[in-house]
């Protein structure tokens, strides 16, 4: 049992690059987020996505978008990457209802240069 | 919207117990959860309090009280391995469940 997986784990973007930061869980989770994380600014929600075929806005999700592509599946793309969103980004899963956990990914770390 | 508050960095003695406080403002929530992160690692779920109280799993308690918007983190008899950060986190009542988190408390365990 895998649980969360994300792809790729490090990268390295040249300013203006674009890319997408696949992640999967097999947990049968109807909820899936992005997060990223910044040195003292904790985890900040980008997108989220309730259910398969639903996606909605986080606290930061200027420069991001996503696809559930399916229900194991939710990417995240910066389509021209900025030193600004370098940065540990997490993906995570959840049951749909009040009192689940988040489960999370290993994180992917991005360099923008 | 959604904000929590808590401390930024905490430090106690081997063997002490440390209270990690969280205080937030939403407009609905279902409950206060704890998470647990060792550097470089992912977060991981500690604690969810869904009532007003006290919930005790191990050497970790999790408190809350709806009336004050305040809920707590306790560790007991602390160890080094609990040298982390912890992070406070609401789960809303709209905008499908989705789960916001404090800036995180750096706990540092020294012997």
């Known amino acids: 049992n895998a649980g969360v997986t994300q792809t790729p784990k490090f990268q390295v973007l040249k300013t203006g690059q674009s890319m997408t930061l696949q992640c999967a869980q097999d947990m049968n989770h109807n909820s899936m987020y992005w997060y990223r994380q910044d040195p003292g600014m904790g985890l900040r929600l980008i997108y989220y996505?309730?259910?398969?075929?639903?996606?909605d806005k986080g606290e930061v999700p200027n420069g991001y978008n996503v696809s559930r592509l399916n229900k194991r599946e939710f990417s995240l793309r910066l389509e021209s990457a900025a030193p600004s969103q370098t940065s540990v980004y997490f993906c995570?899963?959840?049951?749909?209802?009040?009192?689940?956990?988040?489960?999370f990914g290993q994180g992917t770390r991005l360099t923008v240069v | 919207g959604q904000s929590l508050e808590q401390p930024s960095e905490v430090t106690a003695v081997e063997g002490a117990i440390v209270q990690i406080n969280c205080t937030y403002q939403t407009s609905g929530f279902y409950g206060l959860s704890w998470y647990q992160q060792h550097d470089g690692g992912a977060p991981t779920f500690l604690s969810y309090n869904a009532l007003d109280g006290l919930e005790e799993t191990g050497r970790f308690s999790s408190f809350l009280s709806r009336s004050d918007s305040y809920g707590y983190l306790l560790l007991q008899e602390l160890q080094m391995k609990d040298s982390a950060s912890y992070f406070c986190a609401v789960r809303g009542r709209t905008g499908g469940f989705k789960t916001i988190f404090g800036a995180g408390t750096r706990l540092f365990v020294k012997a």
């Open positions: 995570a899963s959840s049951r749909a209802g009040e009192n689940t956990e988040a489960f």
């Open positions: 996505s309730a259910s398969e075929g639903t996606t």
